[in-house]
């Protein structure tokens, strides 16, 4: 049965979100080359835009994987000399467990901790995870980070050479070093998503193709580690904050806080599927930092309006989260959720006591949440020049407008 | 396979000329790292303290200078190494896990040896 040419692309495109990971998990095994892994995939896809013309195959991870690795082995034996600029990956020859429903073995659990091994730094982890595990352009990852196009090609180049120079073996690593590689993959695929929910810099306030591959990312682990309260735990804060997204943002485009958000707008499938994985990660003890984080996100997310908010129990959940993950950004969450729970004038003592962290100097947030407080105090003269502060120390313009527009108020 | 520099970075005033339970634990470890990994291990040394270094560099006029002291001056020097042959970096980096590292030292940097072909 032949399919035109706009449903072609579709399958294609949809093909590109769901079987890119897999595709170039189970190629890379044959190049052992992870640029000549990614062309050949490339390869494959532009193919599929007119072989899928005859028909969109059942399985088009199957079909991707097939011809993928066809053209690996063909341009491995064509160009039998073929030499890379790098030596050959480390491929740990164990196999891993085949795909039920095709047979290919699913290298993706290999391809992700390979990305975000210890010995790369952070911003190349996230990188490479994007580039490697999401199939994003070197461009696109870029724009995501707002930094040029060179500047992250190099990024990646310079990633890439270690693993195959340095030998970066392209493994799941041993029962021993698991956990603080999936600790790494997870913190990975949370920066993502942070990146993606509130732009650090910029016009828009929501990145939401960097949120939708997180939410991919997260859900692609979960099926691969299903005993991992982490990633179930991280999974449920995802799901939690972005059944918010439609409501952060007024009619007219201006911010609308938490407060002010209409709930009756938020995903309620998004928000039951991350209830009942909170309940879930909440079964390991101790509880995890991402499930005590949707934890909170959950009390949100069920409270019927801001002023029926169970704040008491979400200050609870802020002291054990503090004792898990003692970070200054939570003690400022904390302190801000006392002011809601306990009255402003607790949470602005609460907020001076940490007004001596280095990690917060600097913080737009600190002095934002300093600034609402004074405000619901009436004491405008030092709320105005929190707010002053903020904005000196906010980049993202849809938050720059909402800290003006309260300076107005306030005058 | 493929071979490995691990370079010791620390502290030398803690160890060179010292003698006290902590150096004792330290010289054990070099033991038992010798001991465990075998023919693993290339070659390695101790180095002599930074003030016996002499650096040979260029002079600015086509010429070469003589001066004392090591290339870089910092607080934690190279006092050691080993060369050592593992099957890939998660092999190397857990043989620079068993290296002996001292609690004020600068750690053990694991460092691929270039092959030419």
Redesign the interface.
């Known amino acids: 049965m032949s399919a035109d040419a706009a449903a072609v692309s579709a399958a294609v495109a949809d093909a590109h979100r769901r079987e890119w990971a897999f595709t170039l998990a189970a190629t890379v095994r044959v190049t052992r080359d992870l640029d000549l892994a990614e062309e050949c995939v490339q390869d494959a896809y532009a193919r599929a835009l007119t072989a899928w013309r005859d028909g969109i195959p059942d399985r088009p991870g199957a079909w991707l994987t097939t011809t993928a690795r066809r053209r690996a082995l063909d341009v491995l034996r064509r160009d039998v000399l073929f030499r890379r600029a790098m030596p050959e990956l480390v491929v740990d020859e164990a196999e891993s467990a085949p795909d039920p429903a095709d047979g290919f073995p699913d290298d993706r659990l290999r391809l992700i901790c390979t990305c975000c091994h210890p010995a790369l730094n952070r911003d190349a982890q996230v990188a490479l995870t994007l580039r490697l595990v999401c199939g994003l352009s070197t461009a696109d990852v870029a724009r995501a980070f707002l930094v040029s196009e060179a500047t992250m090609a190099a990024r990646i180049t310079r990633a890439k050479k270690k693993i195959a120079t340095a030998r970066i073996p392209y493994r799941v690593p041993s029962t021993d070093d698991l956990a603080p590689r999936v600790e790494a993959v997870l913190a990975v695929v949370y920066l993502i998503f942070s990146t993606g929910h509130t732009a650090p810099r910029g016009s828009d306030l929501v990145r939401a193709e960097l949120v939708e591959r997180a939410l991919d990312l997260c859900r692609m682990l979960r099926a691969l580690l299903p005993e991992d309260p982490d990633a179930a735990g991280l999974l449920a804060l995802l799901l939690l904050t972005d059944a918010r997204r439609e409501t952060r943002l007024d009619a007219s485009g201006a911010l609308a806080l938490l407060r002010d958000q209409d709930r009756s707008a938020w995903d309620r499938a998004a928000i039951a599927e991350g209830i009942a994985l909170v309940r879930e990660a909440l079964r390991a003890r101790p509880a995890g930092r991402y499930a005590l984080q949707a934890a909170i996100a959950a009390v949100h997310a069920a409270a019927p309006s801001w002023d029926d908010t169970d704040w008491q129990e979400i200050v609870g959940l802020y002291d054990v989260l503090l004792q898990r993950w003692p970070s200054p950004v939570v003690a400022l969450n904390r302190a801000v959720a006392v002011g809601f729970a306990f009255g402003p004038e607790h949470g602005l003592a609460a907020l001076d006591a940490l007004g001596a962290e280095p990690h917060l100097a600097g913080y737009g947030y600190l002095a934002a949440a300093r600034a609402d407080f004074l405000r619901r105090l009436d004491r405008t003269g030092e709320a105005r020049l929190a707010y002053e502060e903020a904005l000196l120390l906010t980049e993202n313009e849809v938050e720059r407008r909402f800290l003006q527009q309260r300076l107005v108020e306030l005058a | 396979m493929?071979k490995y520099l691990i370079l010791l970075y620390d502290n030398e005033s803690e160890w060179v000329g010292v003698q006290n339970e902590k150096t004792e634990r330290m010289f054990a470890g070099h033991r038992a790292f010798g001991e465990k990994y075998g023919e693993a291990i290339l070659g390695g040394h101790a180095l002599q303290p930074v003030a016996t270094a002499t650096t040979v560099r260029p002079d600015g006029a086509g010429g070469l200078d003589v001066t004392d002291g090591p290339f870089a001056e910092t607080k934690e020097a190279l006092g050691g190494f080993y060369l050592v042959e593992a099957?890939?970096?998660?092999a190397?980096?857990e043989m620079a896990k068993q290296v002996p590292i001292a609690a004020a030292s600068g750690g053990n940097e694991?460092r691929?040896i270039m092959?030419f072909e």
């Open positions: 493929a099957p890939d970096l998660d190397a980096i694991v691929p092959v």
